[in-house]
């Protein structure tokens, strides 16, 4: 079997607000994928339905190789779970809790539990009251993360861990990329954890899928943000294809530059002497706005065709 | 039954969170009961005196009908607000492990391991229900021990678990009906309230001699006060109570199966968009009162208005209530109605 995930054509609506407007998502065996979105784009939603927790108005959803809804306890056997919103018993210890998603998953693996505490320094004595939020979430995690299991749900994971914990999880994830077979979806709005860790993206908006691939496919949605201050003013900038709202005055220039043109651009601010040079990756939410406007000027296109 | 696996394992969770308060109600209700025995048999020694304590129909709404005069009929009338108490717990108890959890999403975090769908439920009932049952033996044993007859014990136990039992049940339905614990706490506890007063009014009417006495029966704790431990047991009633717990146990996997995990049978309307108009304001009035008003009628975006006059004259409040309504743009006076004006009892009251 070469897909862990697929789904089709999936909606769900909860009363009269739709959440999912025919997803598609497919995520092959032993990758990392990313799955990312803004806020309220439905990727909780696609995992829930995936968990058998939420059952699909219509389309199709195959997972391991079975149906999430009719087979999920049997599913739930061969994956592990983190929530993005972890809440756990007040009285018991985040030792009780890893030890009972354990034992209610079929057993976890106790050297790996052990390893894991340590690297993501967390206190197992303390009650469940007593812990922050980040600390519940790496309960979670660490209950997740030493069972053995072939996939992995995980539903922005690293919400609330500090960035040092953050790291840590992006070396635990690393190394189970390394082991056979290991699955792993990652929902995430992080679009550095995403570009850290996942070899395919799916990125969703309104319940439906927008772009997906590797992310080198998907650079053609990106952009580079450069602020520079020159030593002189820069001259033909403008006459680049590829730069994007350019903005001089005097010798400070930004601009925005695909990232096949960055080179030549910046080649271009060498040969007049770089000051200061601020650069900024895309953002996601560049990102989305990006492709928000390529589907508005796509779509304003077929417009006039069509007329 | 893959809808069911897991049970033990969430029943474990459950007596691991609550052992403490478990323990705790069962022991507590199950010493007052003991305690009664002598303390009862010690202030009211004869049949009159008891007859006469029992005759009196503020007792009556609260514990019940005396069914006779012996030692073990007294204890168990007297005992006649402890099945309330025992269904209390138990619909809190189940409400606790099933709505709550979902609504905290603890039962997320659950959900996707190997446990069954109904599994959650199950094991909050089957919790419950244990306790229950340890409670009532308990409580039997107790009994016996303070020389009471075993088979009058042994159905006071019985009725106290079946109390728990139905109610117990009535939480698990409950729990299926909102999305919060709250409101499954409000719709739980108001059939408990409705399941008491059914019994207060069917016994008062009883013992009034009029022909509601029937009332009691639909009543849950009348019905298992219809048990009448040491008063010739009728075992029977065993059946419908048992009964009535089993189709609400069905009631709430086939209503729990027709949904997802945290939403309710019923979804509830869109909550409101935005806040409620400030509609509360003062100004002063003629004759140097102080009109205050503040929204009375049902939310919206006209709220209708309670106002009231202060007089400055520390000798008391003038009072007027009159129905203004506002928009949430300005005031209005009450459609049909000219300029408010003082009404001329305002002048004197003060």
Redesign the interface.
């Known amino acids: 079997m070469t897909e862990a995930i697929r789904t089709d054509a999936l909606v769900k609506a909860?009363?009269?607000a739709p959440a999912l407007d025919g997803l598609d998502l497919t995520v092959r065996t032993g990758e990392v994928h990313g799955f990312l979105g803004p806020n309220g784009a439905g990727k909780t939603t696609t995992i829930?339905i995936l968990?058998?927790?939420?059952?699909a108005d219509a389309g199709t959803a195959r997972l391991l190789g079975g149906d999430p809804w009719h087979d999920?306890?049997?599913l739930?056997?061969r994956?592990?779970?983190v929530?993005g919103?972890?809440?756990?018993?007040p009285?018991?210890s985040g030792g009780?809790v890893i030890d009972?998603?354990g034992?209610?998953?079929?057993g976890l693996d106790k050297q790996r539990r052990a390893d894991l505490l340590e690297r993501f320094a967390l206190d197992p004595r303390k009650k469940g009251r007593a812990y922050s939020k980040g600390n519940r979430q790496k309960v979670?995690l660490i209950a997740a993360l030493a069972s053995d299991v072939e996939l992995l749900?995980l539903d922005e994971p690293t919400s609330g861990l500090d960035p040092l914990m953050e790291q840590v999880f992006r070396e635990v994830i690393r190394e189970e990329q390394r082991r056979d077979g290991r699955t792993v979806l990652l929902s995430s709005h992080i679009l550095a954890e995403v570009e850290a860790l996942c070899d395919r993206v799916t990125i969703i908006r309104e319940g439906r899928t927008v772009e997906t691939g590797t992310l080198t496919e998907l650079r053609h949605l990106t952009r580079t943000s450069i602020r520079a201050e020159l030593a002189g003013p820069p001259t033909g900038l403008d006459s680049l294809s590829g730069v994007h709202n350019l903005d001089v005055q005097d010798s400070r220039v930004r601009f925005d530059a695909d990232n096949d043109a960055l080179d030549a651009a910046l080649r271009h601010l060498i040969d007049v002497g770089v000051r200061s040079l601020v650069s900024q990756p895309p953002t996601l939410e560049e990102l989305f706005l990006r492709h928000y406007d390529l589907t508005r000027a796509a779509g304003a296109r077929h417009a006039e065709v069509s007329r | 039954m893959?809808?069911l696996?897991?049970t033990g394992?969430l029943v474990r969770?459950i007596l691991?969170?609550d052992r403490l308060p478990m323990a705790l109600w069962i022991l507590v209700i199950c010493l007052i009961l003991i305690s009664y025995v002598p303390s009862l048999a010690d202030v009211f020694p004869t049949a009159a005196a008891r007859r006469q304590y029992a005759d009196n129909a503020g007792f009556v709404a609260l514990y019940g009908r005396l069914s006779g005069t012996s030692l073990g009929e007294f204890v168990t009338w007297r005992a006649g607000f402890i099945p309330v108490i025992v269904g209390l717990i138990s619909l809190l108890t189940v409400i606790r492990h099933t709505r709550t959890e979902e609504e905290?999403?603890?039962r997320?975090?659950?959900?996707?391991?190997?446990?069954?769908?109904h599994a959650g439920l199950a094991a909050a009932l089957a919790a419950t229900f244990g306790a229950n049952l340890v409670l009532g033996a308990l409580v039997a044993l107790g009994m016996i021990s303070q020389d009471l007859p075993a088979a009058g014990s042994l159905a006071f136990g019985v009725e106290l678990a079946a109390a728990g039992w139905v109610f117990a049940a009535v939480g698990a339905v409950a729990a299926q009906l909102t999305d919060s614990a709250g409101g499954a706490r409000g719709i739980a506890l108001s059939v408990l309230g409705a399941a008491y007063l059914l019994r207060v009014a069917g016994d008062l009417s009883g013992e009034a001699g009029s022909g509601l006495s029937w009332l009691s029966w639909l009543s849950p704790i009348g019905l298992v006060h219809q048990i009448r431990p040491y008063s010739g047991e009728r075992w029977w009633i065993l059946t419908p109570a048992a009964g009535l717990t089993a189709l609400l146990a069905a009631a709430a996997v086939a209503l729990s199966a027709r949904r997802?995990?945290?939403?309710a049978c019923c979804?509830p309307a869109?909550a409101r968009p935005r806040g409620r108009p400030a509609c509360a304001r003062r100004w002063p009035w003629p004759g140097g009162c102080t009109v205050a008003c503040w929204p009375a009628g049902p939310p919206g975006s006209r709220c209708s208005v309670s106002c009231s006059a202060v007089s400055p004259a520390a000798s008391g409040t003038c009072r007027i209530i009159r129905p203004y309504r506002t928009s949430s743009r300005g005031w209005a006076a009450e459609p049909g109605s000219s300029t408010p004006t003082l009404p001329p009892s305002w002048a004197s009251s003060g």
């Open positions: 909860f009363g009269h829930r968990l058998g927790l939420l059952h999920a306890t049997e739930h056997r994956l592990a779970y929530p919103d972890v809440t756990l018993w009285n018991l009780e009972l998603l034992r209610l998953r079929g979670a749900l | 893959t809808t696996t897991g394992k969770l691991r969170r905290t999403g603890r997320e975090l659950l959900g996707a391991t190997v446990v069954g769908r997802d995990v945290a939403p979804r869109p």
